[in-house]
Every structure is written in C-alpha cells, then in structure tokens.
C-alpha cells in the first residue's frame, strides 16, 4: 500500500471523495485521512511543522505499514535555476535549523547520533517521476539536489545565505517537514518518495492565485499516484 501525505488540507483536496476540504481540523491533533476502496494507497494530512509532521508519520508508519510514502505538497525553491511552477524532487533531506557548531557538529547533525542528511533513494523513484511527467503535461523537475527543513520561514535572501551550508549537493529547495517524513522512513525503513511544487522562487515569483495553484498541483500530484499506483 502506498501512504500519500502532505501538510495541508488543500495539498491533498484531489484524494478526498467530493473534494470537500474542511477549513480547520476538525479536532486538535486528528489525522485527517482517506483511504482508497482498492486498498492501493491511503492518503494523509501530517501538519505543518517538523515536531507534528514527525509525530504523524510515526503514528501513520506504525499503524498502516506502507511499502511507500509519496510526500507532496509545496515547497521553496533555494536554486536559481528552480522556478515557480517547476517541481523539486529531491535525492537527500536535511534539517537547516538544527545548527550545533559549538558542540563541533556539522550544521543538521543530531547529537549522539550519526544522522545528518538523509537519502531519498526508493527503488521506484524514477517511475514514480516519470508518472508525475505525464500528469504535468511535462513540467520541468530538478531530481537531484537537496531540500533543507526548519521551523522557520525562509525569504529568497535567507534561502541564498542557506545555499552555502549544503556539503552534500545543490540545495534545491526549502520546506517545514519533508527531513521529518524522511527521518521517519527511514527509521522504519519505508520506501519514500518526495516531489513538490515550487510555490515561490529566488525572483520573488509567486502564484497570482494562490487556491488556484494548490488545487492544480494537488490534481496533478493525485493524478501521478493513481497513474502509479492502479
């Protein structure tokens, strides 16, 4: 079975029968979830933020034992080259607000721990892009590079200064949660996928409507998975 998760609602409206998204959770910390009648995948809503995204993809993993984890939704672009509109999908994750340089470690490190940047390397990876291709009509996807997590908003400025820490690759992107579904798959050892639209660039490039843009990208994403998936 294949889990879908993004942050918000309106990320994964597409996978929700009618469409119906609530306005506000409909109680504190509930996971708002579908799952398919063919029992080919279950779609999930995991919060903003890496402490709530890290609980809820525990309780998911744990309670649904997925064979993958396809995480969508939307994202920052932290490369010159990656536009509004284009997608990021990237190949490791790393947190760029865990910064313990007085303590002589690397810049995402986790004390005690040999967990820094985490590889994002499932098998199906490439055919999984390949139906995300099609469902776009072709829209441009960076697949290699990194994406950096943290519980802070990040300017186009920021995102430059940020550009400069990354050891590993190019950093492509920022968000608030993917290195927390990245960390969970891989304590689990879960297959994972993330591919996400850029929602705003280093041009100061953003949606005119920003609805309008969740509700594409939210179809399109669907679309990909039910390509895969069925």
Not at 16 to 33: D, K, V
């Amino acid at each position: 079975m294949i889990l879908v998760t993004a942050s918000m609602q309106a990320e994964l409206q597409n996978f929700f029968p009618g469409r119906c998204i609530p306005s506000s959770p409909r109680s504190e910390g509930e996971l708002w979830e579908y799952h398919d009648p063919s029992g080919a995948f279950s779609a999930a809503v995991i919060g903003t933020g890496k402490a709530l995204s890290a609980y809820r993809m525990g309780e998911l993993l744990h309670r649904l034992s997925p064979s993958l984890v396809i995480h969508t939704g939307i994202c920052g672009s932290a490369s010159r080259t990656l536009r509004t509109g284009q997608v990021a999908a990237p190949r490791w994750c790393i947190q760029h607000d865990l910064a313990l340089s007085e303590f002589s470690l690397p810049r995402g490190r986790i004390p005690y721990t040999s967990i820094d940047c985490l590889e994002i390397s499932a098998s199906c990876r490439e055919e999984v892009l390949s139906c995300l291709k099609a469902s776009s009509g072709g829209v441009q996807t960076a697949a290699e590079g990194v994406l950096a997590s943290g519980d802070r908003f990040l300017s186009p400025e920021q995102r430059i200064k940020l550009s400069e820490f990354s050891e590993y690759a190019p950093l492509l992107a920022v968000d608030m949660e993917s290195f927390s579904v990245a960390l969970a798959c891989s304590l689990r050892q879960t297959d994972l996928v993330i591919m996400k639209a850029v929602s705003d660039d280093l041009h100061h490039q953003r949606p005119k409507n920003f609805s309008r843009f969740l509700r594409r990208w939210a179809e399109i994403f669907a679309e990909a998975v039910r390509s895969y998936a069925l």
